[in-house]
């Protein structure tokens, strides 16, 4: 059943037959026969010790084939974040390495070109190149060019086609990258991948060279994926090749000229291809008739089955046939072999090497390995003693929460730096739901400071012009196929919500909003800083935190019932003066305000604190918490709050500190809610 089981005993019998005196041959008069993916075999041989015979793995997935389609995927509009963050990442491109890291983070976040993240990025290469570059204007200059050059062509609608000289251009610029590489390399291997690379767009070119001699304009997105397809062609793997001593090898039976002690026919599957031509009898006699000299098929087959016939009839002492199991069937030969001899050998080898009783015939030893139980999940991890937890100097609710609840998971992002690789941290679902909002609520505040005169006309056509020209940005993800009653979905949650947002800051006579308000305090040894969403002030100079969530208002509802809305009293405490604000969320897909009183929102969803403790109080409790925790990381001990583990006597906070949790699948839960961006 398993491919790599029978390369493994095709191994180990090599390697018994040139290691006893009574092997009835040595490993040199060996031979193996391997038509397809021998590389399977190729691996057995490196496990058990024998060096490798040299089986090529071919591909037209091999990096550097894969830059001319992606440089191209970008042409087309709306461009797929998707895309665009594999070109970013991919291990070969055309940009400087730091470029593309920085860009990659932006498209992560903000999934769009253009957007906030986008030109922070871009400033920040600029910036690195000043220090690095200093006045030399020039280095900057071309490598905003190649930026542009790459990045900011203009982009195509895929059903009505690109003009041919934008692809033109676009492939141009492919080979010129590849020859410029080329030049570079000394490694025989990988100069043959780069040129394999260049062939391919070379040959596009003269497809669309072609194309455009024949008169035609424009091509569509298919049409373009299926020529680059058409000029793909496959490539070796740089890193596999022939050891020296290998055991002798074919990737074809026909190959196999010369007696041998033991031929190893390995994977003896059906044949990939039927042998045949693609006309039909009347076109085929219409080529005979004009000349056209085709060889029988009953000759092919007759020829075909003499090669097939070759490792058989060279197998001096022994031929061992490897047959998997396959829908296919089985290869026509090992049906003719087992309906012309009786006494056949057959061994069913997963079972027999499971079993550990294999037979002699295959000369595979098995030895009996001891059960060995996984180690048992562990609630502590201990540092060694020279390993110290460094303090950061500055805290935000995200990181405190993760001190809190799941010390390991803060340990492992801020000490060890350990975070989700960038392909796998694209914003979706309700994360991304959830910064389109906060990027649309913050512009609209931002570009209309005389909000509550607006009518809702003027509120309407404002919503029309920002969100489409936003979503192409920062929340591309929606504009892909597939992903239109999605997009509609979450553009009438938006219109809504704004609807909502702004009659709940008319009931409450807001006369100020300041969006994405950036706030730091001192806490502690160190500080504690954060973003508030909306931070709100009434007449009378009062102000008013206000933090939006796209969704999970019983989840929001349920912290400010129990006083553990920590963010909230976070974000109240970077503003407090003589007391705390006024904290409150606003849930989107609802359009509710959730408050533990309805003071300043006539409106609001009440969830009174059943504790009866204020916001002091429970600040107060973060304190004490967060003493306790740093007390237990400076002496190494970590609590790894996490399935299939017990809490014991250290888990438990002082009296005075937060309820810490004491349900792993919280993690999932806060994870979920709050988006992974927040958790980091």
């Not at 793995?57 to 440089?71: C, E, G, I, N, P």
């Not at 042998?275 to 006699?285: A, D, M, Q, V």
């Not at 006494?343 to 069913?348: A, F, N, S």
């Not at 390993?387 to 995200?398: C, Q």
Request: negative net charge; hydrophobic residues 40%.
């Amino acid at each position: 059943a398993s491919r790599d089981i029978t390369a493994q005993a095709v191994a180990e019998s090599i390697l018994g037959a040139g290691t006893h005196d009574d092997a009835l041959v040595e490993r040199e008069d060996a031979l193996v026969v391997a038509e397809h993916d021998g590389i399977i075999l190729d691996n057995a041989f490196e496990r058990v010790g024998l060096p490798r015979a040299g089986f090529q793995h071919y591909s037209r997935f091999r990096a550097v084939t894969q830059v001319l389609k992606l440089a191209l995927s970008l042409l087309w509009r709306p461009v797929s974040p998707h895309l665009l963050l594999q070109f970013l990442i991919h291990p070969i491109g055309p940009l400087p390495r730091h470029v593309r890291d920085e860009l990659a983070n932006a498209v992560a976040e903000q999934p769009g070109l253009g957007g906030a993240k986008w030109r922070g990025a871009l400033a920040r290469i600029e910036t690195r190149m000043r220090e690095k570059f200093g006045s030399d204007e020039r280095e900057i200059a071309r490598t905003q060019a190649e930026i542009s050059e790459w990045l900011g062509d203009e982009r195509f609608d895929p059903a009505a086609g690109a003009p041919i000289a934008a692809l033109a251009r676009r492939a141009q610029l492919c080979s010129t990258y590849l020859v410029r590489q080329l030049n570079a390399l000394g490694d025989e291997t990988e100069r043959s991948l780069f040129g394999g690379a260049l062939g391919q767009s070379e040959a596009l070119l003269r497809a669309l060279r072609a194309l455009d001699a024949q008169g035609q304009v424009r091509v569509k997105r298919v049409d373009v994926d299926r020529l680059i397809d058409e000029v793909a062609s496959v490539a070796p793997d740089p890193n596999t090749f022939a050891q020296a001593r290998h055991v002798r090898a074919a990737t074809d039976p026909a190959a196999v000229l010369q007696e041998c002690a033991r031929i190893y026919w390995w994977d003896l599957a059906p044949p990939l291809r039927d042998i045949g031509y693609p006309w039909t009898r009347k076109e085929l006699g219409w080529l005979r008739e004009h000349g056209v000299a085709l060889f029988d098929i009953d000759a092919l087959l007759r020829n075909r089955t003499r090669r097939w016939l070759r490792p058989i009839l060279n197998a001096r002492e022994r031929l061992t046939l490897a047959v998997h199991d396959s829908e296919k069937g089985y290869h026509p030969l090992w049906t003719q072999i087992t309906n012309l001899f009786d006494g056949i050998l057959e061994v069913r080898i997963d079972d027999a090497l499971l079993h550990g009783t294999p037979s002699d015939a295959i000369g595979v030893a098995t030895r009996r390995l001891p059960v060995r139980t996984l180690t048992n999940s562990k609630r502590w991890w201990q540092l060694p003693d020279d390993a110290e937890i460094p303090r950061r100097p500055t805290e935000s609710y995200s990181s405190l929460s993760k001190l809190f609840d799941w010390p390991h998971g803060y340990v492992l992002r801020y000490a060890a730096n350990l975070r989700l690789g960038r392909a796998q941290d694209i914003a979706d679902g309700n994360r991304l739901y959830g910064n389109l909002a906060h990027r649309l609520f913050e512009r609209y505040f931002n570009e209309n400071v005389l909000w509550a005169l607006l009518d809702a006309q003027g509120r309407r056509d404002w919503f029309a012009e920002v969100l489409p020209a936003l979503m192409e940005t920062e929340a591309a993800l929606l504009l892909e196929p597939g992903r239109g009653v999605e997009k509609q979905r979450v553009t009438t949650t938006l219109e809504r919500a704004l609807v909502s947002l702004i009659d709940h800051l008319k009931s409450a006579d807001v006369v100020s909003v300041q969006p994405e308000l950036h706030a730091e305090a001192p806490f502690k040894s160190i500080r504690i800083g954060g973003d508030i969403d909306l931070l709100l002030t009434d007449p009378r100079g009062r102000e008013i935190v206000l933090d939006i969530k796209w969704g999970a208002e019983k989840f929001r509802g349920d912290q400010l019932r129990a006083n553990r809305h920590v963010q909230l009293a976070t974000y109240a405490y970077l503003r407090r003066a003589k007391r705390f604000p006024y904290q409150a969320f606003f849930i989107i897909e609802s359009g509710h305000i959730l408050a533990q009183d309805a003071s300043v929102f006539p409106d609001a969803t009440v969830y009174a604190p059943e504790n009866g403790e204020s916001v002091e109080e429970l600040w107060k409790r973060v304190g004490v918490t967060y003493d306790w925790r740093w007390k237990q990381l400076a002496r190494g001990r970590i609590e790894a709050n996490v399935a299939f583990t017990q809490p014991t006597d250290e888990s438990n906070p002082p009296s005075s500190a937060l309820e810490t949790s004491e349900d792993p699948d919280r993690f999932d839960d806060f994870v979920n809610l709050t988006g992974w961006a927040d958790y980091q």
